[in-house]
């Protein structure tokens, strides 16, 4: 079973930046694999999903924000945040896509205005 562990997070102001990190215990080589956010009351979403080659896809919301990349050598799975806004606070985790492993304990990101 493929441990995920996030790790990143923290307090920026809006405009700010953050990068994400997701490793894997185990190899991630040939899996899609994504970045899922939850605010609080909300459910989670997914965010950013890259296929094993490397091509991303975006939800509308982060689009021309946030990068995703992975480095299947290293079994890790990145998310560059850029100008973020008050509404990309949440617990930030990643998973396959679908979400098949374990969840992590996620990554919290807050942002202020």
């Known amino acids: 079973q493929v441990h995920l562990v996030e790790s990143g997070g923290g307090l920026v102001q809006a405009g700010g930046f953050l990068r994400l990190s997701c490793a894997a215990s185990?190899?991630?080589?040939?899996?899609?694999m994504g970045w899922y956010r939850q605010a609080p009351g909300k459910q989670r979403d997914l965010v950013a999903t890259?296929?094993?080659?490397?091509?991303?896809v975006y939800r509308d919301s982060v689009k021309g924000r946030f990068t995703l990349s992975r480095d299947n050598a290293k079994n890790t799975v990145y998310l560059q945040m850029n100008s973020l806004k008050p509404e990309d606070t949440a617990i930030y985790y990643c998973?396959?896509?679908?979400?098949?492993?374990?969840w992590g304990q996620g990554t919290q990101v807050t942002v202020s205005s």
């Open positions: 185990g190899s991630i080589f040939g899996i899609t």
């Open positions: 998973n396959s896509v679908p979400p098949t492993l374990s």
């Open positions: 890259i296929l094993s080659g490397g091509a991303a």
